[in-house]
């Protein structure tokens, strides 16, 4: 796997998907995932469809591998506490 792919894919993993597949064919993930899972999850769940690529290509004892699931982990339960935190001010007010 590419490692702009893997890098960028951290903070815009739609963007980065679009990108790849349209301009740079040739150095998206090689996965087997069937054509429909790859249209479904790339449009609800991106960072679960990074994941699967991650685990097929490079396996889960990677550091991208763990690094993807962190921000996944942190980008669907809300973030961290500042961000809880700003979030409740900003209702307060």
């Known amino acids: 796997m590419d490692f702009y792919f893997l890098l960028f894919s951290l903070f815009f993993p739609r963007i980065v998907m679009v990108v790849y597949l349209l301009m740079y064919p040739q150095m998206f993930p090689v996965n087997t995932v069937p054509q429909w899972a790859d249209i479904l999850l790339g449009i609800f ?49």
């Open 45 to 93: 769940v991106p960072r679960v469809l990074i994941l699967i690529y991650i685990y097929q290509n490079m396996g889960y004892d990677n550091i991208w591998f763990a690094a993807h699931l962190v921000v996944m982990v942190f980008a669907y339960l809300g973030g961290t506490r500042e961000t809880k935190r700003r979030r409740a001010r900003s209702y307060s007010e």
